[in-house]
């Protein structure tokens, strides 16, 4: 079976620009998370979905980050615009009942 | 707030010895999961082993236990037999029992292991 899959796997952009991450889940999985890796802050999670209605969004930093979820095979985390403080690995994981989660590869994203 | 404390930022073995991983958690809640995930530097996230607070078996998989001691909220990964292959960053997890809304994981600061041939 497929893994939990992101795109892209590298991104560079430039500061003010928009930035998409996509994230297809495991089939059958219920519930979705999406991650930020830093040197500093370390793993935190954004915001996280079940049956692709958001359920806690706390994680989110500020109104330039928004997630959706449209159906079951598909999220997306958008930055809008784009900071260099932005810069990171973004993981989305998806789980069945929300106890093991299985995560995706990471997008590396580099805002110059 | 839940807190996990992983006290060893670096460790390393030598092949084939054994090796054993710290993590301390604190919590107030009597069901809770804790998990181990490896990150090798492919960066993938990959989770390891699984224990439930109300098991008193500890968890084993392969050549990963763990040894959890709930009355000293400890949960330290033994790793036998290194392998070059399973250097990484190994990260500790908490997560609140089975309810809805209890779903979010608490992440260590991680431990590099060094994998010595």
């Known amino acids: 079976d497929a893994g939990v899959i992101q795109s892209p796997r590298h991104e560079v952009t430039e500061m003010g620009q928009e930035v998409t991450l996509r994230c297809k889940p495991i089939s059958g999985h219920d519930y979705l998370f999406w991650y930020r890796q830093t040197m500093m802050r370390g793993l935190e999670l954004l915001i996280y979905f079940n049956n692709n209605v958001p359920i806690d969004d706390s994680g989110m930093p500020e109104d330039r980050f928004s997630a959706k979820m449209p159906n079951a095979s598909f999220s997306n985390l958008k930055i809008q615009p784009s900071e260099p403080r932005d810069s990171a690995v973004y993981f989305c994981?998806?789980?069945?009942?929300?106890?093991?989660?299985?995560f995706g590869p990471g997008t590396r994203l580099t805002v110059t | 707030a839940q807190t996990v404390t992983q006290s060893q930022p670096e460790m390393s073995v030598q092949e084939a010895e054994t090796v054993t991983l710290s993590c301390t958690y604190d919590t107030s809640e009597s069901d809770y999961y804790l998990f181990w995930y490896k990150q090798p530097p492919s960066r993938q996230m990959i989770l390891v082993i699984r224990?439930?607070?109300?098991?008193?078996q500890n968890a084993t998989e392969n050549r990963f236990s763990v040894n959890f001691q709930k009355a000293a909220k400890s949960f330290s990964l033994k790793i036998s037999d290194s392998q070059l292959g399973d250097a990484a960053m190994y990260f500790c997890?908490?997560?609140?029992?089975?309810?809805?809304?209890?779903?979010?994981?608490?992440f260590g600061t991680g431990t590099r292991l060094t994998i010595i041939p």
């Open positions: 224990q439930e607070a109300y098991k008193q």
């Open positions: 994981a998806s789980s069945r009942r929300g106890i093991e989660q299985y």
């Open positions: 997890a908490y997560r609140r029992g089975s309810n809805f809304g209890n779903e979010k994981l608490t």
